[in-house]
T-cell receptor, first 112, second 112 residues
Framework: GQQLNQSPQSMFIQEGEDVSMNCTSS?????WLWYKQDPGEGPVLLIA?????ELTSNGRLTAQFGITRKDSFLNISASIPSDVGIYFC????????????FGKGTKLTVNP | DAGVIQSPRHEVTEMGQEVTLRCKPISGHNSLFWYRQTMMRGLELLIYFNNNVPIDDSGMPEDRFSAKMPNASFSTLKIQPSEPRDSAVYFC??????????FGSGTRLTVV
């Protein structure tokens, strides 16, 4: 099936640092979504991107839909301890249904 | 809005027993998705419904798994008979198109 390559797999950073993670694919996507999952909970939607080149912010989070429609990145600025969790990218394939393809996640640890 | 409601939150059962997981989607959402999450395989889509009709069940592992959506406000995922390798967290999500693609808190299933 279609694959989303998400990197890095894990990150260990100090509070206050900026973070960047990305997803790439060989397939073209219509939509990119970024989720955060806390322990024992379901993923929560952070940002949705619907157009190639779109750059969207949500507080300290910024995400972009790549021009080629095959990639997306998520940046977190000035990280804080509550940013800890697993971040997932998800994409809706071009010509596809509402089915989403998920990356394997980036586990973020923030040291106070 | 109560969000997507799943029950039970935790289920421990013996191998060979039938397991039924339940989901109440967000009112007004017309698509419902069942996912399985494991460390090894990440988030996998098992099946999804649109307007209560199963659209894609290609992710259902085998005949031991079945899902129903008898009405717009309720869905079940059944495993019969259960096996230890079915142990995972099972998530239900609902959406209206891709808008508000929302996950429940999941059911952690342990088959011993």
């Amino acid at each position: 099936g279609q694959q989303l390559n998400q990197s890095p797999q894990s990150m260990f950073i100090q509070e206050g640092e900026d973070v960047s993670m990305n997803c790439t694919s060989s397939s073209i996507f219509n939509t990119w979504l970024w989720y955060k999952q806390d322990p024992g909970e379901g993923p929560v939607l952070l940002i949705a991107l619907y157009k190639a080149g779109e750059l969207t912010s949500n507080g300290r989070l910024t995400a972009q839909f790549g021009i080629t429609r095959k990639d997306s990145f998520l940046n977190i600025s000035a990280s804080i301890p509550s940013d800890v969790g697993i971040y997932f990218c998800a994409g809706q394939l071009k010509g596809g249904s509402e089915k989403l393809v998920f990356g394997k996640g980036t586990k973020l640890t923030v040291n106070p | 809005d109560a969000g997507v409601i799943q029950s039970p939150r935790h289920e421990v059962t013996e191998m060979g027993q039938e397991v039924t997981l339940r989901c109440k989607p967000i009112s007004g959402h017309n698509s419902l998705f069942w996912y399985r999450q494991t460390m090894m395989r990440g988030l996998e889509l098992l099946i999804y419904f649109n307007n209560n009709v199963p659209i894609d069940d290609s992710g259902m592992p085998e005949d031991r798994f079945s899902a129903k959506m008898p009405n717009a406000s309720f869905s079940t995922l059944k495993i019969q008979p259960s096996e230890p390798r079915d142990s995972a967290v099972y998530f239900c999500a609902s959406s209206f198109g891709l808008s508000g693609y929302t996950f429940g808190s999941g059911t952690r299933l342990t088959v011993v």
